[in-house]
């Protein structure tokens, strides 16, 4: 290990580099000054930003650097750039922290926008609307800078543009700043907004077209430089930008008949399924009505009250909520000519699974629902009451997020671990950064194991792997090893702690084996992750608390047929499928574990679903499996207003829980696929289909898509795979106690009568075992058609 004059020279090393970095880096905003109205804040408050700029000719390429705090909306002559750019702030700490004052200085985000197709020759005006929240919560998304303040630059040729004292700056008079927070629990705050008072927003003579009179405007007030506190140094939001779809209309836009003379009714419209979206409507009123949105959402706080003006007007809310119906409240006389919604979404919905199950189809289906609406700013437990960054919840997310979200998923993934270990405390990993560190034991070793290892091995990427890796091995060796040959059971030793482990039924978990089965997982990942780092010491340290812990286990806690700390007490599902999970088991006891506990005991919430039904697929259980997922998820999957999954069995807490997994089950074990070598260079297809005849599936990797479709109908098996370039895929051919007769490939005989018959360029016989038959084949178009005997 690394002596103490070994680690104040690292320290020294990276400060040094650091102090460079900070230097090199802020001097790349240029002139760029920090602008704001005279006030500091305050809260809630809404700022609208102006600026002309004179083009002899319009460049090849014009890149904008935007930092706010907190988000931001831009046009260019009067057309929307970007529609709500910034991230909840906390990329990285600054200085020392401390949470107990309240200080807690951190670096600020900042967006790259290409702005060039929106410049023409002649006066050009850049316009941006700014979003101050000015508040921090215990749930600890969000570090408030205590300032409000908009950073820009824009540079080509010799030409620059940025924010100074020559920017004009109003707070936006139509937005009520003086309403409470929406909740204790969220940084954002509803809508308030009177049209009367409003700077002819949505409309052709808008703030923010180029025609608009600024004159009477006061100048922007200078706050500071880039690198200034409290905003310190601005760092890239490398996540991509959410996806905007567009203004749209509501499932039920027929049945609305518009355009309406309202009678004083609520009017409820109708999303596709529950979606983050920002509500619309174009109305023709006298002056001072006011029309009140919702959701159907009993846990949504986001609501938005429009005050009207007269004649014709448009209005949408920028302060996002979510559920499946919105609901809009209008006064009787408004004639309603149009209600739309905006849905914004981290990346595509790029992954897809197919199969010829009606129950099974729509349980993938509202998982990835729920994946996508707990996904902006960060991943979070819900949309709704917390939108909090939990990292066991991200644990859950991680096992499905793979097979389901594009780029922007796999970024926003990188943001959740690199935030998690920055703010990081004593060597604790913590939920609830970047403001919070609370320490949930079995949470903090989930992030370890579920979210780590799985982001590199799906992504190969190294660099975040060496930034978070010291901490990870760090929080690992907080545990003392004891006699017995098991690690100490930690309640965290931070004064930010909980000793939870899940819901469920009362009563029923049993603590030590869980997280000493969660201890064992969390090692046997990390020793991955020192092998790929090429870090030998590490590797023996894992190696030798793994040995130890094994027969450890057993002997503590094997109470002949169940895993138990007191078998008087506890049977818990939980604990015995932690234990075959994290490979801590002896294999030679699953099958009794699956009949006496998996089978018979649900006890466990959706946070340790997935988890038990992992557990009997890994045991060779795959019928059991499924058949608990359906008795688990079957009242949920038959009410049809329903698109996304509870927090609680059946029907309990949020509607839109992120930890809910099956589809991790699904895609990993029934499709069965996944990756075998770092990145997907290498990987495996070995379906179990059961009662399935019919499974189509898509796997967005950083490979490139992977589109799989299986058709099993009587004694014919085939296969289609297109493999993305550089990879190589194991691909298995189910048995299912048939014996295989032989096997074409691209309609070439390659395999009969258990040999060989036929080379064929990019395919290769890999090897059969109990379950499948399987080959080798690498990138390309490949069809396998198995005929049984």
Known sequence: ??????????????????????????????????????????SNTWIAFRKTVTLDEVPEKVEARIAVDSKFWLWINGEMVLFEGGLSRGPSP?????????????????????????????????AVLAWYWGRETHKGTHIDSKKGGLLFIAEWGDHTVVSDASWKAMQHPGYDN?????????????????????????????????????????????????????????????????????????ENHAQLELPFVSKGQTVKCQLPFNKQITPYLEIEADAGDTIFVTTDNRLNKINATYITKEGEQAFESFSWMNGHEVIYTIPEGVK???????????????GKFEIDDPFYQRLWWMGNNTLFVCARDNFMDCPDRERALWIGDVADQTGYLFYSMDEAGRKLLKKAILQTVDFSEDGVIGALGPLRVR??????????????????????????????????????????????????YRRGKSPDTWDWLDWGVENTIDKAPI??????????????????????EHIDWYNKRMATMRPAYEKAFWKDGYYSSNEGRFKDDRANAIAIVSGIANPEFYDQIVKNVLTQNHFSSPHFEWIVEEAM??????????????????????????????????????????????????????????????AWSEYKIMPTLLHFSSLEKTIPTVK?????????????????????????????????????????????????????????????????????????????QWELTAIYK
């Open 336 to 350: 309603v000519k149009a209600l739309k919604y905006r849905w914004m979404s981290v990346g595509e919905m790029a």
């Open 515 to 536: 997280q000493m089965a969660f201890y064992y997982l969390a090692l046997k990942e990390a020793k991955k992750m020192a092998e790929a780092l090429g870090n030998e």
């Open 617 to 678: 697929c890994i045991a060779g259980r795959h019928k059991e499996s499924l058949e608990r997922m359906r008795e688990r998820y079957q009242s949920q999957v038959d009410d049809a207003s329903m698109s996304t999954l509870y927090e609680k069995f059946p029907n309990g807490g949020s509607y839109n829980h992120a930890w809910n997994a099956p589809n991790t089950i699904l895609s990993k074990y029934i499709a069965g696929v996944e990756p075998t070598k770092v």
């Open 178 to 250: 003086n309403m409470d927070p929406a909740s204790k629990n969220l940084i954002q705050y509803s809508v308030k907004y009177d049209a009367q008072k409003a700077l002819n927003d949505w409309s052709d003579d808008a703030w923010y077209t180029e025609g608009y009179n600024d004159s009477n405007w006061p100048l922007a007030v200078e706050k500071g430089s880039a690198g200034d506190a409290p905003w310190y140094l601005p760092e890239e939001n490398f996540v991509p930008l959410l996806v905007n779809h567009g203004l749209k209309n509501y």
């Open 1 to 42: 290990m690394m002596n103490r004059f070994g680690k104040i020279k690292h320290l020294l090393a990276a400060f040094l580099i650091l102090f460079l970095f900070s230097n090199v880096h802020a001097k790349s905003w240029g002139n760029a000054q920090w602008i704001w109205q005279k006030e500091d804040g305050p």
């Open 704 to 780: 490139g898509n992977i589109a799989l479709s299986i058709e099993s109908r009587n004694n014919t098996y085939q296969l289609q795979l297109n493999s993305p370039d550089e990879t190589t895929a194991i691909v298995g051919i189910p048995k299912t106690e048939k014996e295989i007769f032989m096997v074409k490939v691209n309609a070439k005989l390659v395999w009969k009568n258990g040999k060989t018959i036929k080379a064929l360029k990019g395919v290769s016989f890999d090897h059969e075992n109990a379950s499948h038959l399987n080959f080798k084949v690498g990138a390309g």
């Open 439 to 488: 320490e949930l034991v079995t949470q903090s070793l989930q992030f370890i194991a579920q979210v780590v290892w799985p982001y590199y091995l799906n992504t190969g990427d190294k660099e975040t792997l060496k930034i978070a890796y010291p901490y990870l091995f760090a929080y690992l060796d907080l545990f003392p090893m004891q006699e017995n040959g098991l690690p100490e």
């Open 94 to 126: 600054v200085g020392d922290w401390e949470r107990e004052n309240n200080i807690t200085p951190a670096n600020s985000w900042y967006q790259t926008v290409d702005i060039q197709p929106y410049l023409q020759e002649g006066e050009n005006t850049i």
